[in-house]
């Protein structure tokens, strides 16, 4: 199997312990990952889980030594052939929307040269939001490619559109991608 440089960006949702079995799954496949977590990420998984799914430093801050003065966003959006935001927030959707480039996920976004899925995960008034919805379709128009919430209990306590992609799917979409990638390239 041909493996790949995924770098997985992962953003404060409750959604964001099940990252953790689709970086378990794409480092198995023998994938390279590099994790990227936001700060509010960081307040419901820690770094550690992901250092030891992916066997690579995680990235928690663009001003992280090691990170910043390689530097290391540069060489690591070179390198990287799929971006895969999961779970991606409304707040993060909003910032690849508008450029905004805060943190290193985001700055990360504007660097690739890489496709970028996006699998949101978010309460189904934020998902339905009409700001939410016109950040969505300007993400779209980028070329973003979207792996879309589905319908499912909530933490909210309601059966509704806004849980994040079963992990299995989201690992086939970001393959799919990578496989459509390759062979546009030949
Ligand atoms: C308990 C809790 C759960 C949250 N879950 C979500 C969520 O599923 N989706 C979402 O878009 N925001 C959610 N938020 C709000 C985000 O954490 C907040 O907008 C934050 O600024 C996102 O930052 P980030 O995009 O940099 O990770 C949640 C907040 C809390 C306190």
Redo the contacts with the bound molecule.
């Keep these: 199997m041909t493996t790949h440089t995924i770098i997985v960006g992962v953003?404060?949702?409750?959604?964001a312990f099940k990252a953790a079995d689709v970086v378990s799954h794409l480092a198995r496949r023998g994938h390279e990952v590099v994790v990227v977590m936001?700060?509010?990420?960081q307040k419901f998984v820690g770094p550690i889980t992901f250092e030891t799914l992916s066997h690579q430093k995680v990235v928690t801050s663009l001003f992280d030594l090691e990170y910043a003065t390689f530097p290391r966003h540069t060489a690591l959006a070179d390198r990287a052939e799929l971006l895969l935001v999961a779970?991606a927030?409304?707040?993060?959707l909003a910032k690849f929307a508008h450029g905004i480039a805060d943190?290193a996920l985001s700055t990360l976004a504007i660097s690739v040269r890489c496709p970028i899925l996006a699998a949101p995960?978010?309460?189904p008034h934020?998902w339905r939001n009409r700001v939410v919805r016109a950040n969505v379709a300007r993400c779209k128009e980028f070329g973003i490619k979207f792996l879309d919430p589905v319908k499912g209990p909530l933490?909210c306590g309601i059966v509704e559109e806004g849980r994040l992609a079963v992990p299995d799917d989201i690992v086939e979409a970001a393959e799919a991608e990578l496989r459509r990638m390759r062979r546009a390239r030949n």
């Design positions: 953003t404060g949702s409750i959604a936001t700060e509010s990420a779970p927030t409304a707040n993060i943190d995960a978010m309460n934020m933490a």
